[in-house]
């Protein structure tokens, strides 16, 4: 079965400074990797998906992911933090099987 | 606009009482979802339904009913055998039987359940 771990349960960074949010999976085949960002009170909102077409994947806001398939990684970056980058944001993997399966959540928050 | 909507968007109830949670999508997709968020723990899969009339338990079933009557909508019912329904529910929908993008999930604003 496919699980996701996400580093750091909260992380908080400078506006203006680098984001690094830290996830690694476990799949036995290559696997739809996704990173969703929910603000408080609300639902979650997909901001990039790795489907095997390219490793770097762009999504919205700036965010960008990389998949690195020998170190299972696909962490979550954005060069430059903004305030309104502030939220928790969660990874998926999925295989394709109608069951994706979540971490736990990392809480961004921006300090000014 | 499509979209998937759910009401409401806060519910309290008594124990002992069941209640209906709301969940609509007009974006064509086959399947949906009902997941229950606790702080810390991400979400969690209840239910899912791939076609009409069918539906599959999740890792957390237990105390929870759905129906899949029409395509369009997926409604969730919180019963009193579920011991702690505190929380906040989430639906998704997903193409899944389309010949793209059929793993990605999106979701709705959520309705957030309090047990008084």
């Known amino acids: 079965a496919q699980s996701v771990t996400q580093l750091g349960s909260h992380v908080s960074v400078s506006e203006g400074a680098l984001v690094l949010l830290r996830c690694n999976y476990s799949?036995?085949?290559?696997?739809?990797l996704f990173w969703y960002v929910q603000y408080p009170n609300q639902g979650l909102q997909l901001l990039l998906k790795y489907t095997s077409a390219a490793t770097l994947v762009k999504g919205i806001n700036g965010f960008e992911a990389e998949f690195k398939k020998s170190e299972t990684s696909f962490h979550l970056t954005k060069p430059s933090a903004h305030m309104s980058d502030a939220a928790e944001y969660f990874c998926a993997v999925s295989l394709n099987n109608n069951d994706m399966r979540f971490g736990a959540g990392t809480r961004l928050t921006v300090k000014p | 606009d499509g979209g998937i909507t759910q009401s409401p968007k806060y519910l309290f109830r008594k124990e002992g009482q069941n209640v209906t949670l709301s969940c609509e999508q007009n974006l064509n997709h086959d399947a949906m979802y009902w997941y229950r968020q606790d702080p810390g723990q991400g979400l969690r899969l209840i239910y899912y339904s791939q076609i009409v009339n069918d539906f599959q338990k999740g890792d957390i079933a237990e105390g929870y009913s759905v129906s899949r009557e029409k395509k369009e909508s997926f409604p969730l019912t919180v019963t009193s055998a579920q011991k702690n329904p505190t929380a906040f529910y989430l639906c998704?929908?997903?193409?899944?039987?389309?010949?793209?993008?059929?793993?990605?999930?999106?979701f709705g604003p959520g309705t957030r359940l309090t047990v008084l």
């Open positions: 799949s036995s085949v290559p696997p739809y």
């Open positions: 998704a929908s997903s193409p899944w039987l389309a010949a793209v993008d059929t793993d990605t999930q999106y």
